[in-house]
C-alpha cells in the first residue's frame, strides 16, 4: 500500500504527516455516544485501519502522524451529522497536544502536493488476522499499566496508543472486525477498568445507511419552521431514516 507524505510544521517542529491517496476507495464516520468517541465505517474500513495502525506501529518516528482527511470522511450513519477527521498518533514519541492539533487543522487539506509516497509494510498482520485470538493470547502485554486513548482536540478524532504493541493489538482488534452475520461488529480501544474512550464500529450496510441517514435529514429540515437543536432534529431523523429503509 503507498501513502502519501508531507512534511508539516507544527507547534515549532518538523512533523511528517502520511495521508491516504486520492481515489482511495473507503469512508469513515466518527460520532460521540456514552462519552465515548466511535470511529464508524464498513468491513473495508476496518481493514484499512487496521493496516494504518500496523504499519505505523513499526515505521514511526518521532513526528510522524497518519490522517484520514476530510476527503474520506462521510457524514453519520445514524443521523446524516458532519463527522469529524482521524488523525493516529504514536503517542511514544510524538507528542500531540491542542496546540498541535489547531496547527494541523488549518493545514487541512493540504495546499500543495505530497513530497513524496511512502510504501506502508503490513508483513505479519494477514497472519496475525488468519487466528486473532490466538495472536493477542500469545501477544497480550500483561504488564502495561498505562493504555492509550481516543479523543477528540480541536475538531480531529485522535486514536492515540501508547506503545507500539498496543498499537498492534488495535490494528489485530480492528481488522478482525465482520458485519456479516449480524449485521454489526465492534471493538474497544483504549478500554479501561471501566470504561473504553474509543470504540470501532462497522455497519454490513455502512454506505447504505450514510446515503439513508442523509436523505432524511435533508427531507426533516426541509419541512421544520424553525432551526431546532440536536436533541430535537436527531429523532425526528431516526424516525424519518427507518421510514425510508421499509
Request: glycine share 8%; net charge positive.
Amino acid at each position: 500500500m503507498k501513502l502519501h507524505r508531507r512534511t508539516v510544521r507544527l507547534a515549532g517542529r518538523p512533523h511528517t504527516v502520511v495521508s491516504l491517496r486520492p481515489g482511495t476507495a473507503v469512508r469513515f464516520s466518527t460520532n460521540l455516544f456514552h462519552e465515548t468517541w466511535h470511529v464508524l465505517s464498513d468491513r473495508h474500513g476496518a481493514r484499512l485501519l487496521g493496516r494504518l495502525l500496523w504499519g505505523l506501529s513499526y515505521q514511526s518516528r518521532p513526528g510522524t502522524l497518519v490522517v484520514i482527511d476530510r476527503g474520506f470522511i462521510t457524514t453519520t450513519p445514524f443521523d446524516g451529522d458532519p463527522a469529524d477527521r482521524i488523525v493516529l498518533v504514536p503517542a511514544w514519541d510524538t507528542p500531540f497536544t491542542a496546540r498541535h492539533a489547531r496547527a494541523l487543522k488549518a493545514r487541512l487539506p493540504p495546499a500543495s502536493a505530497p513530497d513524496g509516497t511512502v510504501r506502508w509494510h503490513t508483513h505479519g498482520l494477514d497472519a496475525a488476522l488468519a487466528d486473532p485470538k490466538a495472536w493477542l493470547g500469545a501477544n497480550r502485554d500483561r504488564d502495561a499499566r498505562v493504555c492509550g486513548r481516543v479523543e477528540r482536540l480541536n475538531g480531529l478524532v485522535v486514536l492515540r496508543p501508547q506503545s507500539p504493541h498496543e498499537m498492534r493489538e488495535w490494528a489485530v482488534h480492528c481488522g478482525r472486525l465482520d458485519p456479516h452475520d449480524h449485521g454489526m461488529d465492534y471493538t474497544y480501544l483504549g478500554e479501561g477498568a471501566h470504561y473504553a474512550s474509543g470504540e470501532v464500529q462497522v455497519f454490513r450496510s455502512f454506505r447504505r445507511d450514510v446515503s439513508v441517514a442523509r436523505r432524511a435529514r435533508a427531507e426533516v429540515l426541509d419541512e421544520l419552521d424553525e432551526p431546532v437543536g440536536a436533541e430535537v432534529l436527531r429523532p425526528l431523523v431516526w424516525d424519518r431514516a427507518e421510514a425510508l429503509k421499509r
